[in-house]
């Protein structure tokens, strides 16, 4: 029953005008299939291009900022002493 079922539900749908309107078809003329070709091969073209240099880009800006970041010098600033003894668990082996 349920094949039935979904095959006149396809047969129903397949049939309507909206999927011939929805549809993309080439177009039969052959300059306008080689025209939509090279425009198609134009923007995959500038995506590229546009990705490499906003890809360069960040690259660049992250190294520049990260030799223009002041550093601090290397002092005591911060830094806390203290001694520490290892306390052993009870039932784990000693790490030595």
């Excluded at 309107?21 to 546009?50: D, E, M, Q, Y």
Aim: hydrophobic share 50%; no cysteine.
């Amino acid at each position: 029953m349920s094949s039935v079922l979904f095959r006149t539900l396809h047969a129903r749908f397949d049939a309507s005008g909206l999927r011939g309107l929805l549809t993309p078809r080439k177009p039969r003329n052959p300059l306008l299939k080689l025209a939509l070709g090279l425009v198609g091969v134009a923007i995959l073209a500038v995506l590229l291009v546009v990705g490499l240099f906003v890809g360069a880009a960040m690259v660049s800006f992250g190294l520049l900022r990260g030799a223009l970041r002041a550093r601090k010098p290397a002092g005591r600033d911060g830094v806390l002493d203290a001694e520490y003894r290892i306390v052993a668990k009870p039932g784990q082996p000693a790490l030595r």
